[in-house]
């Protein structure tokens, strides 16, 4: 065969007929290139008759019937103990918890169930606190409806105050203040704090009346703070309507008639600032003495260390309870921290204690964390209303209760 063109075609060129005959020409036909040929048709003729006569190729067959069933309908697995089921499968603690109704208190840190828990049923029917106002208890003041003493010397401070459960151990009450100003504030102690927390609340928010009425039917006891005094009046000015030392008699008295007009439901008044008229005798026992007389308790916060009013209180016949501990007198997480720890210290060694702080957003969130685990270590929240009403013996509080 003559391929002396692939040198000399072009690439990619294809040869022409002529050229393909002259190639095939060129071969020599021997007798083994005849005999070869001859060899592969027989191969070729071998296998078509192969093919064509046996489809199958000569491999061994047979022929099954089939039949069709319906599938068996599949056994049940009987169902595993809930101890025995996959973690995956089985509900979470939160989710029974929420499901039945119980409460476990788990000691601090301790994130799965262990032995060292409390479980804490709650009661079947929430504590609810009497409707405000009572008809039996208000009186039309200048400026609107204010509390007064009713028929058996019924008070203000008795019937809406929160329900104690009762109970024993050591007892704790808290009050939060300067509520009623800023909305967000407000929300989150009325809807974060413990219902037992005792709120109060300034005479210049609005909607007080409303905003009240919610606290109170979250189970929150309320009190009103009084705008007084304190001593850099007016650089530190508690706002319009505030009790003066230099104020006559009746025109203090008649500022806090508009205060207590701004919303109802209140057990007692609380220092709004005040320092300089708690510490005045002469402008402070005329206050105590109106107080007194329309069936309500009073509350010092605790800021001023010269406040003469649970001196002044026996005198006035007036239901009066100090807070031992600010706990945001220093504003900072682990100060309030240790102020709680201090508290919860004192209510262990006294039986009770009673403690104040400002509606901060860090006070509130201090508060909320502290008394999630409390009951766990045996602390009861307790209202106000505890140490107004005389029941906090033992604590370092003065009460005459009339």
Same mark, same amino acid.
């Given at each position: 065969?003559? !391929?002396?063109?692939?040198?000399?075609? $072009?690439?990619?060129?294809?040869?022409?007929?002529?050229?393909?005959?002259?190639?095939?020409?060129?071969?020599?036909?021997?007798?083994?290139?005849?005999? %070869?040929?001859?060899?592969? =048709?027989?191969?070729?003729?071998?296998?078509?008759?192969?093919?064509?006569?046996?489809?199958? =190729?000569?491999?061994?067959?047979?022929?099954?019937?089939?039949?069709?069933?319906? +599938?068996?309908?599949?056994?049940?697995?009987?169902?595993?103990?809930?101890?025995?089921?996959?973690?995956?499968?089985?509900?979470?603690?939160?989710?029974?918890?929420?499901?039945?109704?119980?409460?476990?208190?788990? +000691?601090?840190?301790?994130?799965?169930?262990?032995?060292?828990?409390?479980?804490?049923?709650?009661?079947?029917?929430?504590?609810?606190?009497?409707?405000? +106002?009572?008809?039996?208890?208000?009186?039309? %003041?200048?400026?609107?409806?204010?509390?007064?003493? =009713?028929?058996?010397?019924?008070?203000?401070?008795?019937?809406?105050?929160? +329900?104690?459960?009762?109970?024993?151990?050591?007892?704790?009450?808290?009050?939060?203040?300067?509520?009623?100003? %800023?909305?967000?504030?407000?929300?989150?102690?009325?809807?974060?704090?413990?219902?037992?927390?005792?709120?109060? !609340?300034?005479? @210049? =928010?609005?909607?007080?009346?409303?905003?009240?009425?919610?606290?109170?039917?979250?189970?929150?006891?309320?009190?009103?703070?009084?705008?007084?005094?304190? !001593?850099? @009046? $007016?650089?530190?000015? $508690?706002?319009?309507?505030?009790?003066?030392?230099?104020?006559?008699?009746?025109?203090?008295?008649?500022?806090?008639?508009?205060?207590?007009?701004? !919303?109802?439901?209140?057990? %007692?008044?609380?220092? @709004?600032?005040?320092?300089?008229?708690?510490?005045?005798?002469?402008?402070?026992? $005329?206050?105590?003495?109106?107080?007194?007389?329309?069936?309500?308790? @009073?509350?010092?916060?605790?800021?001023?260390?010269?406040?003469?009013?649970?001196?002044?209180?026996?005198?006035?016949?007036?239901?009066?309870?100090?807070?031992?501990?600010?706990?945001?007198?220093?504003?900072?997480?682990?100060?309030?921290?240790?102020?709680?720890?201090?508290?919860?210290?004192?209510?262990?060694?006294?039986?009770?204690?009673?403690?104040?702080?400002?509606?901060?957003?860090?006070?509130?969130?201090?508060?909320?964390?502290?008394?999630?685990?409390?009951?766990?270590?045996?602390?009861?929240?307790?209202?106000?209303?505890?140490?107004?009403?005389?029941?906090?013996?033992?604590?370092?509080?003065?009460?005459?209760?009339?």
């Amino acid at each position: 065969m003559a !391929f002396d063109d692939i040198l000399t075609r $072009p690439l990619g060129a294809k040869r022409s007929v002529a050229q393909r005959l002259r190639a095939f020409g060129s071969v020599r036909l021997t007798t083994p290139v005849i005999f %070869g040929i001859l060899a592969g =048709g027989l191969v070729i003729a071998g296998s078509i008759l192969v093919v064509a006569g046996d489809p199958q =190729g000569g491999e061994p067959r047979a022929n099954v019937a089939i039949a069709m069933r319906d +599938p068996a309908p599949a056994e049940t697995a009987p169902a595993l103990p809930e101890r025995d089921k996959p973690v995956a499968a089985q509900r979470s603690a939160n989710e029974v918890e929420s499901a039945s109704g119980v409460v476990v208190v788990r +000691p601090s840190g301790t994130a799965a169930p262990t032995e060292a828990v409390v479980i804490r049923v709650p009661d079947a029917a929430p504590v609810t606190l009497a409707p405000a +106002p009572d008809p039996r208890l208000v009186e039309r %003041g200048r400026h609107g409806n204010v509390p007064r003493m =009713g028929e058996g010397r019924l008070r203000p401070l008795d019937v809406y105050a929160r +329900p104690d459960a009762g109970g024993t151990g050591p007892r704790i009450a808290i009050l939060v203040s300067g509520l009623g100003i %800023g909305q967000a504030a407000t929300v989150t102690a009325i809807t974060r704090l413990p219902p037992a927390v005792s709120l109060a !609340f300034a005479p @210049y =928010g609005s909607d007080l009346e409303r905003t009240v009425a919610r606290a109170r039917d979250f189970g929150h006891e309320a009190l009103l703070q009084a705008p007084m005094e304190p !001593f850099d @009046y $007016p650089d530190s000015d $508690p706002g319009p309507q505030t009790l003066l030392t230099t104020s006559r008699p009746s025109e203090n008295l008649d500022r806090l008639s508009w205060a207590m007009s701004r !919303f109802s439901g209140f057990v %007692g008044i609380v220092n @709004y600032m005040g320092a300089k008229l708690t510490s005045d005798a002469v402008a402070l026992e $005329p206050v105590l003495r109106e107080i007194a007389g329309r069936g309500l308790g @009073y509350v010092d916060d605790g800021t001023s260390p010269r406040s003469l009013a649970a001196g002044l209180a026996a005198k006035a016949k007036l239901p009066v309870a100090r807070a031992e501990i600010v706990l945001d007198a220093v504003p900072r997480p682990e100060a309030i921290d240790r102020e709680l720890a201090r508290l919860e210290a004192q209510a262990r060694a006294n039986g009770f204690a009673l403690a104040s702080a400002s509606a901060l957003p860090m006070s509130i969130d201090r508060i909320a964390r502290w008394a999630r685990e409390a009951e766990a270590r045996g602390i009861r929240l307790v209202p106000v209303s505890v140490a107004l009403r005389g029941s906090g013996a033992g604590a370092r509080l003065s009460s005459a209760v009339p």
